[in-house]
């Protein structure tokens, strides 16, 4: 079974400059998930999605950041302008998402992209 | 957003020894996963856990879900050099739309 993709796997621009993260998550996973993980820290969800709709995005920066999951499989996140502490690894999860026992949520992670804002 | 708290931050062993670590929260979890991340690498999942007082084993992992729900143990036995990495916990509370919390992090050097 494929695993989730991400690319690019590194990305390195100047403050102020647009960049995009793309994820394929798991076939058959209905909820996806981006989070960030600044060095020496564990990931921080970003924002969930189940099929195209937003779950959860309380905790994105809205005035810079924004993702979407058009036809519910793959996803996009967005970062415009981009700040020196926006500099981390951007981790795309997915999960099978079922809401009744067995509660099958448990997330598989893609490689990340490595973010280095200069 | 909420973090639990993993000790040890770090750990420095000897190759054959056995570790423990644990995770704690303040809030009350249905669910916990402890996961390994490699250097470059996203996190990969090593055991999850779905009741109270559950104890499950993948291999030389054991991990188990606290009976208070607000903790959780992570036990390798006879460390190789492979061990090596950083391993966090997630907890997972019902009624938050799935959301998972990570853990600080529990960094771990075997030393052959």
């Known amino acids: 079974e494929a695993g989730v993709a991400q690319s690019p796997r590194y990305k390195i621009i100047e403050k102020r400059q647009s960049v995009a993260f793309w994820c394929n998550p798991i076939s058959g996973h209905a909820t996806l998930y981006w989070y960030q993980q600044i060095l020496g820290q564990g990931p921080k969800l970003l924002i969930q999605f189940q099929n195209n709709g937003v779950v959860d995005d309380s905790q994105l920066p809205k005035d810079r950041f924004s993702a979407e999951r058009l036809k519910g499989v793959d996803s996009t996140l967005k970062i415009q302008p981009a700040k020196l502490e926006d500099s981390a690894v951007y981790l795309c999860?997915?999960?099978?998402?079922?809401?009744?026992?067995?509660?099958?949520?448990?997330?598989?992670f893609g490689p990340g992209t490595r973010l280095t804002v200069l | 957003g909420q973090q639990l708290n993993q000790s040890p931050q770090s750990m420095f062993i000897q190759e054959g020894e056995d570790v423990s670590m644990n995770c704690t929260s303040s809030s009350i979890f249905n669910t916990w996963l402890w996961y390994k991340q490699d250097p470059g690498e996203g996190p990969v999942l090593l055991i999850a856990l779905y009741k109270a007082g559950e104890l499950t084993s993948n291999g030389r992992l054991t991990a188990q879900f606290g009976i208070t729900r607000k903790d959780s143990f992570l036990n390798i036995s006879a460390s190789i050099p492979s061990d090596v990495g950083i391993y966090f916990c997630a907890g997972q509370r019902r009624g938050t739309g799935n959301q998972f919390y990570f853990g600080t992090g529990t960094s771990l050097t075997v030393i052959p």
């Open positions: 999860a997915s999960s099978l998402g079922v809401r009744s026992p067995p509660y099958e949520n448990t997330q598989y």
